[in-house]
């Protein structure tokens, strides 16, 4: 008995497709879980000497190079904290201006600073760098020792500028007394976010408003001649108080720098 076949023509490019698709989806997998798996290895040598000279174990920088990208946050945390403890105990038994004191300080500053440009490096959340700096100040000023917040808001802006008003909003919100302090910091690093940063602060504590306004225009100068910075920081008061705007760092920055007539 003879079955009749019928000849049927796949065009070469559906074949191709066909065959190649399943094949070229694992490819696609593998190269998104290594992206991930990298993210501890991308932080250079020259920010992990930084950690390292701050007195970064062996055994941390091993958890920290294999940090994926969702791990690298709490990796960098716990370094922070291990590396800050001694370092603010010996600011607070320091003499008050003493060379030792403000070694500390350094110390603290230093470590913050390049903990910040780890999680840039290795791609951390873009909430990373306020987290790790709400965290230093508020263990400094637990720790008595105040005097290094200005430090450590330097050094995280410093090392993610981008991320200035956050950081500012999360520090204040960490250390409201030291408003005055963060937002020269702040704006002294990132000159160029100034009436932003004052937002900011004033937003966190809208009682600290004056303080605010005198330590942003000191960082910088000439930045409240067109009264700028006076403006931000009294919408801020208003919207803080009124709730007629949500925190500052949700809405777009030109929305949060009033105009002339506020």
């Known amino acids: 008995m003879k079955i009749a076949c019928r000849q049927v023509q796949i065009p070469l490019f559906v074949l191709v497709f066909v065959l190649a698709g399943p094949l070229a989806m694992p490819d696609v997998a593998l190269a998104q879980a290594g992206t991930e798996a990298v993210a501890g290895q991308a932080i250079s040598d020259s920010t992990l000497q930084r950690l390292r000279d701050a007195g970064m174990t062996a055994a941390q920088e091993a958890t920290l190079v294999d940090a994926t990208a969702a791990e690298l946050e709490q990796a960098l945390g716990a370094v922070v904290e291990a590396l800050l403890a001694p370092a603010i105990a010996a600011a607070a038994d320091a003499a008050e201006g003493s060379e030792e004191q403000a070694a500390a ?144 760092l949700d809405t777009p920055n030109e929305d949060k720098v009033p105009s002339e007539s506020a």
């Open 105 to 248: 300080e350094a110390l603290i500053a230093e470590v913050v600073g390049a903990a910040v440009t780890a999680a840039q490096e290795g791609g951390a959340d873009e909430t990373a760098a306020a987290s790790i700096a709400s965290s230093a100040v508020s263990a400094a000023v637990a720790g008595g020792a105040a005097g290094a917040v200005s430090g450590i808001v330097s050094a995280a802006v410093g090392a993610a500028p981008a991320q200035a008003v956050s950081i500012t909003s999360a520090t204040v919100a960490a250390a409201p007394e030291q408003a005055a302090v963060i937002a020269g910091a702040a704006a002294g690093a990132a000159p160029g976010l100034a009436a932003e940063i004052a937002n900011a602060a004033a937003y966190a504590n809208p009682d600290a408003a004056d303080a605010i306004i005198a330590a942003v225009t000191e960082a910088v100068p000439g930045s409240d001649d067109d009264g700028s910075i006076t403006g931000s920081v009294e919408q801020a008061v208003q919207d803080s108080t009124t709730g007629t705007s949500s925190d500052p």
